[in-house]
C-alpha cells in the first residue's frame, strides 16, 4: 500500500527468529517491558494482588513503552476474581462530540491520514486511568495512592532503551518533533541506542498529582484542564465535557468451547468475535490432523481468517449488535464455512465473499499483558495509542503522549487504513463513537480454574495470531514456548495477500504455499508480539515474545 501512512510505519529487517522469555512460579507476569514486568512481581511480592500488579504495570508501560503504554489511550481489561466468572471492562477511546467526519477530509473527498493519525486532531477522549482506578479500587489489596508515587519514582529515575525502542523512536523522530512536549521528551540531536536511559520528570509530577487526587485529576481536575487547552490551542477538538462525560463500560465477555476449555474475550466493538470466528471453523477433526506449521495448517487457518475478516465487515463497530454477530460462532455456521474451505488451494477473497454473504464492494500502536497471582486472580489487558505513539502529540506540561485513535475509524466504506483493512459501515466517523479495535485479549479457563492468559498487538494481525496460538496448544499441544517463537504468517482477506515476518526460516513452507496459489507478501515488520501465562503443573509459566523485548517474571510463592 502506497499513501501517506508511509510516513508512521517502522519497517525491519530480515533476522533470525528469536527465544522468547520464559519464568516459572506460582504468580508470574508476561510484558513488553523487562522493567514493568520486574515492578509487577514486585507488588506482588509486597501484598498486591495481580489487580494492584496490573494497575502499577498499566501506568509504568507509560514510561517503559511510550509507543503503546499510556495514559492518554484505551483498550479491552478481562480478568478473573478467583473462583468466579470473567469481567470485561471496555475502556476505548471516544471520539470528541465536537468533530465532525468532514473535519478529516482531504480537499478530494479521502481521509487524510495527517489529520486522522496525526496531531491533536486525532485525539479520542482517552479511558486507561478510569479503567484501572476502577479496577484496583474494586478488587486490590493496596493503596491506589502508594502504587503510583512508586511509579512516579520510576518516571523520574528513566527507562532503559531497547533496541526496539530505539528504532521506534529515531524512525518516528519527525513526527513527534511535531509536538513541543514530545520533542524535549523524545527527540535527540544523536540517535537513540540500546541501554539509554530515558527519563521523564513531568510525567514524574502527573503521576504524583493523579496518586494525590485520583482518577479526578484526569477528567475534571488540573490533567484535564492541560489537555484541553493544549488539544484546543492547537486545533484538536476534545472539550472538557467530553472527559467529565467519559463512560467506563461494563460488558459481558463471549466464549467459545474448545478441547474441554473455554476461551474468553471480549465482544464487538473489540475484536474477540473475529479470533472465536477462527477458533470455531477450526475446531473439527480434518485440521486437527495436520501437523502444527505445516503448509496444510497454515493453509486452513489462513482461508479460517479469510471468512472472519469477510463476515467483520458486517458487525464490527460500536452499533447496537443485539445477538446478531453471535450467529457466526454456532457450531451450525462454523460446519458451513468450512465446507467452502478448498483443502488444497486458496480461494480468492472476492470469490469467497460471494459465497458466504452478500457482496458489497470493498469500497499500531498496541500493547498486552498478562498478570496471575497466587491466589488465580488473573488480568488480560490489551490497550493502545494507536499506531506507534498514538497522535505524537504529548500534553503541554503533562509528559504524556495522547492517542491518535481517530484514524481506527471508517470515513468511507471501501478504503484502506493504516493496516490495509477495508473500511465498512458499522465503524463510520460519528461524534461520541467508540472505533472498532482488533485488540482481543484472551482468558482461558478449565471449569472455574485459569489455564491461560494472553494476548498481543498487532492491529489486524491479533485475532490471526491468537487463534494461531490457541490452534497449536490446544488441538495440537504445541508448547507455547514452540509456537510463539515460531515465524509468522498472516491473512486478512483484503489485500488479497498472504504475508510473512522478514527473515522467514520456512523457505520451504512458503514455496508450498505459493504452490496452494497464494500469494506472498514480506510485510517488512514482525507479527504481533505475545504475552502469555499459561498453567503448568501447579505452577504458571510466563512467555513473553522476543519481537519487542519483553520480559517474562514470576514469583515462587
Not at 309 to 317: A, E, T, W
Request: net charge neutral.
Amino acid at each position: 500500500m502506497t499513501n501517506s501512512y508511509n510516513d508512521f510505519r517502522v519497517t525491519m529487517k530480515a533476522s533470525a527468529p528469536g527465544q522468547v522469555s520464559t519464568a516459572r512460579g506460582k504468580g508470574a507476569v508476561a510484558s513488553a517491558s523487562r522493567q514493568a514486568s520486574e515492578l509487577a512481581i514486585q507488588v506482588l511480592q509486597d501484598g498486591g494482588n495481580a489487580f494492584d500488579a496490573a494497575f502499577s504495570t498499566a501506568f509504568a508501560l507509560c514510561i517503559y513503552h511510550p509507543q503503546a503504554g499510556n495514559l492518554g489511550g484505551g483498550g479491552y481489561l478481562l480478568f478473573q476474581v478467583k473462583g468466579g466468572q470473567p469481567k470485561v471492562f471496555n475502556y476505548r477511546e471516544q471520539a470528541p462530540r465536537g468533530a465532525s467526519r468532514e473535519d478529516f477530509l482531504s480537499p478530494d473527498g479521502s481521509p487524510d491520514p495527517d489529520k486522522t493519525a496525526f496531531g491533536p486532531a486525532s485525539v479520542c477522549v482517552p479511558g486507561t486511568v478510569k479503567a484501572f482506578f476502577e479496577l484496583q479500587k474494586r478488587y486490590g489489596n493496596l493503596k491506589a495512592r502508594d502504587l503510583l508515587l512508586a511509579v512516579a519514582r520510576r518516571a523520574q529515575e528513566g527507562a532503559v532503551v531497547t533496541q526496539y525502542e530505539a528504532d521506534c523512536l529515531n524512525r518516528l523522530a519527525p513526527k513527534l518533533a511535531a509536538s513541543p512536549e514530545a520533542r524535549r521528551i523524545y527527540v535527540r540531536a544523536e540517535p537513540y541506542r540500546a541501554g539509554d536511559l530515558l527519563p521523564n520528570p513531568t510525567l514524574a509530577k502527573t503521576l504524583t498529582l493523579l496518586a494525590q487526587e485520583g482518577e479526578q485529576a484526569f477528567y475534571r481536575g488540573r490533567i484535564a484542564e492541560q489537555i484541553v487547552a493544549d488539544l484546543q490551542a492547537n486545533g484538536g477538538f476534545m472539550a472538557a465535557e467530553d472527559l467529565a462525560e467519559y463512560v467506563l463500560r461494563e460488558v459481558d465477555p463471549i466464549h467459545v468451547e474448545i478441547a474441554g476449555r473455554r476461551v474468553w474475550t471480549v465482544p464487538p466493538e473489540g475484536g474477540g468475535a473475529m479470533l472465536l470466528e477462527i477458533l470455531g471453523i477450526l475446531d473439527r477433526a480434518e485440521f486437527r490432523r495436520w501437523e502444527f506449521d505445516s503448509p496444510e495448517y497454515h493453509h486452513y487457518l489462513a482461508q479460517a481468517s479469510k471468512l472472519a475478516f469477510i463476515d467483520r465487515m458486517d458487525y464490527l463497530g460500536d452499533i447496537p449488535l443485539g445477538t446478531a454477530y453471535r450467529r457466526l460462532l454456532t457450531r451450525e455456521n462454523s460446519d458451513r464455512l468450512f465446507g467452502l474451505i478448498d483443502p488444497s488451494r486458496d480461494t480468492p477473497t472476492d470469490a469467497q465473499a460471494t459465497r458466504c454473504r452478500e457482496p458489497k464492494a470493498p469500497g499500531k500502536n498496541t500493547t498486552h499483558f498478562s498478570i496471575i497471582d497466587a491466589a488465580g486472580n488473573a488480568v488480560s489487558n490489551s490497550y493502545s495509542m494507536n499506531l506507534r505513539y498514538g497522535s505524537k502529540w504529548a500534553v503541554a506540561g503533562a509528559g504524556f503522549l495522547l492517542n491518535g485513535s481517530i484514524d481506527s475509524f471508517s470515513f468511507i466504506e471501501g478504503k484502506e487504513n493504516y493496516f490495509g483493512v477495508i473500511g465498512s459501515e458499522p465503524n463510520l466517523f460519528a461524534p461520541g463513537k467508540h472505533p472498532a479495535s482488533n485488540m482481543a485479549p484472551v482468558l482461558v479457563t478449565s471449569g472455574v480454574a485459569v489455564d491461560m492468559l494472553l494476548g498481543t498487538p498487532g492491529g489486524p494481525t491479533i485475532p490471526t495470531t491468537l487463534a494461531n496460538i490457541l490452534l497449536a496448544s490446544l488441538l495440537h499441544g504445541v508448547p507455547p514456548e514452540t509456537s510463539i517463537s515460531a515465524s509468522r504468517l498472516h491473512h486478512q482477506g483484503w489485500p488479497d495477500a498472504l504475508t510473512h515476518e522478514p527473515g522467514f526460516d520456512r523457505p520451504e513452507l512458503l514455496s508450498a504455499l505459493a504452490g496452494m496459489g497464494y500469494t506472498l507478501k514480506d510485510k517488512q515488520e514482525l507479527i504481533s508480539d505475545v504475552q502469555g501465562v499459561f498453567s503448568r503443573g501447579g505452577q504458571y509459566l510466563a512467555v513473553s515474545d522476543y519481537r519487542r523485548e519483553g520480559q517474562a517474571k514470576a514469583y515462587p510463592g
